[in-house]
């Protein structure tokens, strides 16, 4: 059954939620990782040259050695473009979050911007309530 979270676990997560959007960490990992694989990338010989086409050119990490910014601009690029996303859509890359919502009443889901419940029930979103199974429920108490 659907049981809504306490108010105050509800601005808890959002404070998390908030943090998180504001956070550096999975940014700057997203980066470091296509920075890695742009290295590699770069020494099995892929280049990108003008207008974003691929060349390919003998492997080697010469071209790494003579252009150290290439691997410096994949890391700023990555980073600005992740961290921009991140603050824009309110979600972080590794932690997806819904938007969907719930009506309070019928316990229908629906998609964001729903503004009435054929039901009548005005939706809430979904995050502020939880899934708790009745069995599971049941057992608890009996403990
Ligand atoms: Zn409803």
Redesign the pocket.
């Known amino acids: 059954m659907w049981v809504r979270k306490s108010a105050e676990i509800i601005s808890v997560e959002a404070a998390e939620k908030e943090q998180s959007v504001r956070s550096f960490s999975t940014p700057l990992k997203i980066a470091a990782v296509s920075t890695a694989a742009a290295a590699i990338l770069f020494s099995l010989g892929v280049r990108v040259g003008g207008g974003g086409i691929f060349h390919l050119k003998p492997p080697g990490t010469e071209y790494i050695r003579q252009n150290p910014w290439s691997l410096g601009l994949v890391f700023v690029i990555v980073f600005v473009w992740t961290y921009l996303k991140q603050r824009t859509t309110g979600e972080s890359e590794l932690m997806p979050s819904t938007n969907a919502l719930l ?1 309070p ?2 316990f ?1 889901a629906h998609p964001p911007g729903t503004d009435l ?3 009548g ?1 005005q939706p809430e979103p979904l995050s502020h309530w939880e899934w708790r199974d009745e069995e599971e429920e049941a057992r608890e108490a009996a403990r």
Do not use: I, K, N, Q
Request: some cysteine.
């Open positions: 009506c009443r019928c229908e419940c054929p039901c029930g």
